[in-house]
T-cell receptor, first 111, second 112 residues
Framework: GQQLNQSPQSMFIQEGEDVSMNCTSS?????WLWYKQDPGEGPVLLIA?????ELTSNGRLTAQFGITRKDSFLNISASIPSDVGIYFC???????????FGKGTSLLVTP | DAGITQSPRHKVTETGTPVTLRCHQT?????MYWYRQDPGHGLRLIHY???????DKGEVSDGYSVSRSKTEDFLLTLESATSSQTSVYFC???????????FGPGTRLTVL
């Protein structure tokens, strides 16, 4: 499987700030997924993107499927302490195929 | 909640011993996956299953075998555990025809 390039590796921000992270690949994917993982738990799906150019929101989270189908972006607005965790992007080509993961962005939010 | 449980949640074992991890789902999904998560490598696929008795290898399958005799259970076996298999293991499921995968809580395995 291909490892995706996810950046930044870590972010340390103040409560209320907006956050942006992105993921790039040398291959095309048909679906982009964004997960959040809390310590000691499994990744939890936040947003799924199915179409190039698609922009999807889930509360304070907004994600976009890049036009080239080789990248995706996740924005978190007005961060709060419970946003702390590791965020992973994942690309997948078709149902039943493995997810290709980025290495994660570790987010720390100070009150 | 995708109805996925993993057991055990934590295990410490010695090099050379066999280990079996269990993934159990309650929603009758066709596809099940085993991943391992390591610092610096993220999540990598070990094996997956697309139905009862139908399994295939993933990216890091050496040293692992799997079995699926019932829809709800997917077992991962380390025939002879090595220290390089110390990791956190996650099971995932996907619903038929969908690309999204949903993860279990994980099993932390330490091989001494």
């Amino acid at each position: 499987g291909q490892q995706l390039n996810q950046s930044p590796q870590s972010m340390f921000i103040q409560e209320g700030e907006d956050v942006s992270m992105n993921c790039t690949s040398s291959s095309i994917f048909n679906t982009w997924l964004w997960y959040k993982q809390d310590p000691g738990e499994g990744p939890v799906l936040l947003i799924a993107l199915y179409k190039a150019g698609e922009l999807t929101s889930n509360g304070r989270l907004t994600a976009q499927f890049g036009i080239t189908r080789k990248d995706s972006f996740l924005n978190i607005s007005a961060s709060i302490p419970s946003d702390v965790g590791i965020y992973f992007c994942a690309g997948v080509r078709a149902p039943g195929y493995a997810l290709n993961f980025g290495k994660g962005t570790s987010l720390l939010v100070t009150p | 909640d995708a109805g996925i449980t993993q057991s055990p949640r934590h295990k410490v074992t010695e090099t050379g011993t066999p280990v079996t991890l269990r993934c159990h789902q309650t929603e009758n999904h066709r596809y099940m996956y085993w991943y391992r998560q390591d610092p610096g490598h993220g999540l990598r696929l070990i094996h997956y299953s697309y139905g009862v008795k139908d399994t295939d290898k993933g990216e890091v399958s050496d040293g692992y075998s799997v079995s699926r005799s019932k829809t709800e259970d997917f077992l991962l076996t380390l025939e002879s555990a090595t220290s390089s298999q110390t990791s956190v293991y996650f099971c995932a499921i996907s619903r038929g025809g969908q690309n999204e995968q949903f993860f279990g809580p994980g099993t932390r395995l330490t091989v001494l």
